[in-house]
């Protein structure tokens, strides 16, 4: 008499998205978990999804945040390489940053200059001023449609032995960025409220650009770490990568700001003799102490 077969076959769920039968966890179409899909609930959403999407020990932002503060050059070859399946996607890591950055800080108020100085400055600086804030607050990525191509171009060139095509050091600057709007936060925020109590400390906002700088040439140098040339040459590399990059940032931010200046100009003509009288009248004051 033949023993019955006692194995016990797995139970087939059908995936809620797309309907293929489903024997393991993860739909074979689409990659759903078809465990999952109960009905969202508060407890749930607070404590599970949340948690697990965005600060998963080992997938996500959090991950992908904490490979880039401690092994950036090996996670950007890995990543290169095809290992991508636990990290956050480099556009949506800079974009997502970029816009918890800049909430924090209008939160705390972005102010380029003292009321004392305002109160010094010709209309026409004071508009600039203001437009511009209102620019880069309203569109906070805007920079990076200029920056990241231009980063790019220049990292291609100089770091041409770590092998990364435009397209891949494209990425690379999407993720070092995102990593640099973060650290530029932390250093900037206590800053800008120290500001309000020491305007003194005004000078010292530029501050924010050291850790930024060096952070960036902290990673070329990794990206550089397999390839067969003396350290040295390394770090040449890496640093004139930074400083050319900080080049193009720095002339980038003028332009914007002489675009305003020649729209504001054009929209009221006076505020250019206004602009002139005021910078003779101070020249005229400075001369006698000379």
């Excluded at 039968?21 to 999952?36: L, S």
């Excluded at 040459?233 to 004139?240: A, E, T």
Aim: proline letters at 6%.
């Amino acid at each position: 008499m033949q023993a019955a077969d006692t194995t016990t076959l797995p139970s087939v769920h059908h995936c809620l998205n797309c309907g293929y039968a489903v024997p393991e966890q993860y739909c074979g179409r689409c990659g759903q978990d078809v465990h999952h899909t109960h009905r969202i609930t508060l407890r749930f959403l607070l404590f599970h999804d949340l948690p697990h999407s965005i600060w998963h020990v080992d997938k996500g932002i959090g991950y992908t945040f904490r490979q880039m503060m401690t092994r950036p050059g090996a996670m950007l070859h890995e990543y290169m390489a095809g290992h991508r399946a636990q990290h956050f996607r480099p556009i949506s890591y800079l974009l997502l940053i970029t816009a918890v950055s800049m909430i924090l800080l209008s939160a705390v108020g972005m102010v380029p200059a003292t009321t004392a100085q305002q109160a010094d400055m010709p209309r026409l600086l004071q508009l600039m001023m203001e437009r511009y804030m209102q620019l880069y607050a309203k569109y906070p990525t805007l920079i990076y449609v200029v920056i990241l191509p231009a980063n790019a171009l220049l990292a291609a060139w100089l770091l041409r032995p770590a092998r990364f095509n435009f397209a891949e050091m494209l990425l690379t600057q999407a993720f070092i960025s995102g990593t640099t709007t973060f650290i530029s936060s932390v250093v900037m925020l206590p800053l800008l409220l120290l500001t309000r109590y020491y305007p003194a400390l005004q000078p010292f906002m530029m501050v924010a650009m050291l850790p930024y700088m060096a952070y960036a040439a902290w990673v070329y140098r990794q990206l550089l770490e397999p390839a067969r040339m003396p350290v040295e040459d390394k770090w040449v590399r890496s640093i004139g990568t930074v400083v050319l990059q900080t080049v193009v940032l720095v002339i980038s931010l003028a332009l914007v700001q002489v675009a305003i200046v020649v729209s504001l100009i054009r929209q009221d003509p006076s505020l250019l003799e206004d602009f002139k009288a005021q910078t003779a009248r101070k020249a005229a004051t400075e001369q006698p102490r000379r």
